[in-house]
């Protein structure tokens, strides 16, 4: 009996051995760290944070201090409308217009007098399972705003109900549509441009990359904003900054910290793909002959170090890509209503000037 339990139990620990082998050998990439310099100073003069930034911070951290314990079904349908609710409740100087970009579901947020003939396609963020057109009118509506063009916001298929490579090709599909078509009908576009924030920011560098690739007319901006670019979670501030990021840093944080053979795990078993593949970790391709971009971020957020690394990649691969980073601010402060959102629109509206005149 005692030699059958000895059996039984190394035969097991040889499964798991060599599954704890296959997922590093097969999901890691190749090392980054050489991309971690430079850092890039803040900008900006600011030496503390806002008191309108303090009072959301302050809610925010009571919010999720008092989040309801549910299943996880239920906790993504309770986010989802809670991300939603948030979005409405703000008033916007913007039209919205319902759309179809090629079978995906979307809708036009046009300004008072923005250029339909100038268009940004924007991807949303939410961790890749929440989040919609609804939840980020604040910030469209500013985008049209400051870039005096109709923003195309796609409601992009949402993991778990679907696979992480469906939300992707959504936005492929809303590309290549909006360059033909305006939010009254068919026509070339003068100017196209991309933007997204977070997971959408993500989103956002992976299709810049695949329109290269597929020789399709590229965008004349790019604006990408606290995007995770890593999904193998491989940048140091994942860790550094874990008690800073007031959003991601109790949910997130346990994740990152655990051995990367459980971190490689959990990425494939979310995404349901390979982590390494640069479809849905852009920092890991090729970052050459892309379009100008402008990543914003925290120095006080998770994904900072994301964005340094594929800002420092860019660079050294040949495109011009620019980091402006932030002190003290939330994951994706654009998101609120507080001065230091003003001074981020304020960077991205002059980054736009120069690059579609």
Known sequence: ??????????????????????????????????????????????????????????????????????????????????????????????????????????????????????????????????GSPKSHRLI????????????????????PEHSRLAGLEDMRTAYVWMINNAADGERDADIVMIAGDSSGGSMALATIAWVRDEGLRAANAVIALSPQTDITLSSPSLINNTETDVLQGKSFGPIVKTPSVFRLGFSYFMHRINPSKPIVSPLLGDLSDLPPTLIQASEAEMFLDDAVRYVNKANAHGSKAVLQTWPFMMHVWHAFKVPEANEAYSEIEAFIEAHTK
Do not use: C
């Open 1 to 130: 009996m005692k030699k059958m339990f000895i059996i039984i139990f190394g035969s097991l620990v040889t499964v798991v051995i060599a599954i704890a082998l296959t997922i590093l050998f097969t999901f890691s990439s190749k090392d980054h760290s050489e991309f971690d310099l430079p850092k890039h100073k803040p900008i900006g003069m600011r030496t503390d944070e806002s008191v309108e930034h303090k009072a959301i911070v302050t809610k925010i951290s009571e919010e999720l201090a008092n989040t309801p314990k549910l299943g996880f079904k239920e906790q993504i349908k309770m986010m989802r409308e809670q991300a939603d609710a948030r979005g409405l409740a703000f008033n916007i100087n913007a039209e919205v217009r319902p759309a179809d970009a090629g079978g995906v579901a979307a809708e036009w947020v046009i300004a008072p007098n923005a250029d339909l003939n100038r268009r940004m396609l924007y991807i949303h963020g939410g961790g890749y399972m929440v």
């Open 140 to 159: 469209t509506s500013r985008m049209s705003e400051i870039s005096n063009s109709a923003i195309l916001v796609v409601d992009y298929r949402l993991i």
